[in-house]
């Protein structure tokens, strides 16, 4: 007689013999029809971005493969984030309607909430649909309803799409005047400082290096409110001089770049990293 675990077991094979036929004889069709993207123009093609919320109005152009803020300010643009905004043209969406005969105030496209232009075509972002929190956006005169997931990127300005370091490309540093520490470059191409301490050409460098290459956590509109702690002077090989605000050392290192109205926040163990030399950072 056979057992019940010898039965149990014949059982369950053939049921996986089952379900491996209905699998090869009822595959379900992998035709899934394809949304089109809302713009045939791709990320590559694009060479100018503008961008206008609120009383912003800001201007991107494609430098090889990087990307430069020309306006308000001039500075290299966070390319990762520049990305972010191009993403927008792959989204996959039918088109809902002829614009012609829809009421475009009542749905927030008469006054938008952000406007971009991808190579001078248009992009309007307006209001949100009551089901499933989708926006209604405007792209060269084709309506869609896209997932919520782009306007509060844009809405960031400038604080979302600058370069996250202090001095990019800026490679002719020959002076860097902190509040308790001075390096300058001799004749000689070497670094010296002004303490009694002798660090190392590699420590030394590598402060002038950060100002250059570290990237701050985030960054915010310079508050000009707040009161500055100490003036930091970054000297270049053309004779400018780049003033810098140090705001902040606890929680956080907060430097405020004046000129570009920006201030980049960095974590407070990167103060020996930025703002001065530790006995541990020389080599004897």
Known sequence: MLSKRWIVNVLLVALIVGLSLVGVFFEPSATVE?????????????DTIEIETGDLQLRLQRDNDDW????????????NNVRRLLSILKVEADALSDTANVDLAALGLLQPKASMRFNGIPLLFGATNNIGGRRYVMLDEKLYLLPDVHLV????????????????????????RLPDLELRLDKN??????QAIEFSQASLLRLVDNWRDL?????????????????????LADGEVIEFLLMSEDPEIIIAHPKIGLQFHFRRDYR?????????????
Request: aromatic share 4%; glycine share 4%; net charge negative.
């Open 272 to 284: 020996d990293q930025l703002i001065t030399l530790s006995v541990d950072a020389s080599e004897n």
């Open 215 to 235: 990237q701050a956590t985030r960054i915010s509109n310079f508050d000009l409110e707040r009161p500055p702690r100490q003036l930091i002077e970054i000297e």
């Open 153 to 176: 990127f844009v809405n960031q300005g400038l604080a979302g799409l600058v370069d996250r370091r202090l001095l990019p490309g800026h490679q002719g540093i020959v002076s860097v």
């Open 68 to 79: 430069d803020i020309e306006s308000p300010i001039s500075w290299p643009a966070q390319v």
């Open 34 to 46: 394809k949304k089109p993207a809302i713009s045939q123009l791709t990320a590559d093609q694009v």
């Open 189 to 194: 191409q070497l670094w010296r400082s002004n």
